[in-house]
């Protein structure tokens, strides 16, 4: 895939059934996000659940009840086919992948656009720190935690964190860089010791793959969208509709329009 | 009133009955509160109203469906009694003005708590600059605008704004003060020429009272959390309830602590 197509481009070619593989690297400096869609029945709770846990869950854009156009982060988009691919979930259990949700798409969906770390890891790269499961072509580890998320309704969750190994000078810039991205998953959560956050074994991650830890780099952790799907996991909603890891909507903006002052 | 009582002290006071005034400068050093209460139904609506318009209504906590404690700001506390004063509307009419909502209180209520310019103007006030209505003794001159909030289902507004007049350093030291606060309102949203905004008459707020513009002195404007009463004037609920203007929720978190970096 061409990295200089626009996004709109992009989401295009979803909707005509012509792009169906992962997004990293696609439409390179446009911020790539989650998708989670909800009955509105379930759709306040889920809300407060993102307001409460801006770091796992950093909201970018919410439809009114029954649109499916991310108006602000993607005009002229349709969220029921610009994603290259979907999930769907009933009772919380996985029941089937698939490109278009328009046959799923009810009146009473809400669709909740959530950053992903996609943004931050380029802009730690362009600082020239490393990002170990991207030098190593793998899939970033992920780890559940001790840390408990704010619960908000029928949604509660540990805390999914993922991690990116670095030397002590590195994460001290991490810390500053990623800090600047709270749309983003912000700043780390926790570095060093993995006890202290509950993970027993870095080499068994929950989620994604085991990274090369190198002498003197200590594990630097961020909060995780994939926490999303802990709390909708233990919700059990009728229905939810959520991207397929790694597939995610590419909106218009950039990743340099997340930086804060 | 005794400045240095303690917030919990006051919300006591609040409860029992014995503290009906307005709160500026009660409990100093500490954020004060705007509240909103409404149904269930329009609790998201509210919600993604607040998310999308985070100058005018940027929010400092929300309960969960029939909760009344604000646990995040003010654990504790009674959102039912605490505050000083309330008004109760209904479809969107002032129809009592009340110190108590127990009899009110329903079980599909969501209470919203929403930030205040008195954090920011404390900050103003202790890096020397002047706060004309404080000098004059008077209400926050507040105006409603030609730009709008996004609406978010049935809640919309134009944008209302309150107004200090500063000079041009003065005004250029509070763009960098009230930036560190996104939780009170955060920078200016205009300065200078009122009409590119809609206003016509400084002498004539729409709310408060027209404050002295001295000589070498440019208005300055901020998002005001008046705002969310013309949302609820025009979505017509049912029923909310809010805080009397003036008597504010006062919450054990400390000004400094919104400060962001």
Redesign the interface.
């Known amino acids: 895939m061409d990295s200089s197509l626009t996004p709109a481009h992009i989401r295009h070619l979803c909707r005509l059934g012509e792009f169906h593989t992962p997004t990293p690297g696609v439409a390179s400096g446009y911020v790539q996000a989650n998708l989670v869609v909800l009955p ?1 029945s379930l ?3 889920f ?2 659940f993102c ?2 846990n801006p770091k796992p869950c950093p ?1 970018l854009d ?1 439809t ?2 029954g649109e499916h156009e991310a108006r ?1 982060v993607a005009p002229g988009s349709d969220l029921r086919t610009d994603l290259p691919r979907y999930n769907i979930f009933r009772q919380g259990e996985l029941v089937e992948e698939v490109t278009d949700i328009r046959e799923y798409w009810r009146d009473d969906f ?1 669709a909740f656009v959530i950053g992903c770390s996609f943004s931050f890891e380029s802009a730690l790269l362009k600082a020239g720190l490393p990002v170990r499961h991207i030098e190593e072509g793998k899939n970033v580890p992920m780890y559940t935690t001790s840390l408990s998320c ?1 619960s ?2 029928v949604f509660s969750s540990c805390l999914v964190v993922s991690m990116r190994p670095l030397s002590a000078g590195e994460a001290i810039q991490a810390v500053k860089i990623t ?1 600047r991205y709270p749309k983003a998953h912000g700043a780390p959560v926790h570095l060093g010791e993995p006890d202290l956050i509950g993970i027993s074994n870095l080499n068994s991650p929950d989620f994604g793959d085991a990274v090369t830890i190198e002498e003197g780099e200590i594990p630097v952790f961020w909060a995780c969208g994939v926490t999303t799907q802990i709390a909708l996991g233990q919700a059990k909603p009728e229905i939810a509709i959520t991207h397929a890891p790694g597939h995610m909507l590419i909106t218009d903006i950039q990743d340099e329009s997340l930086v ?2």
């Open positions: 509105k759709a306040f709770d809300l407060l307001h409460r909201l919410v009114d009840v602000i809400v704010l908000a309704g800090s804060v002052p």
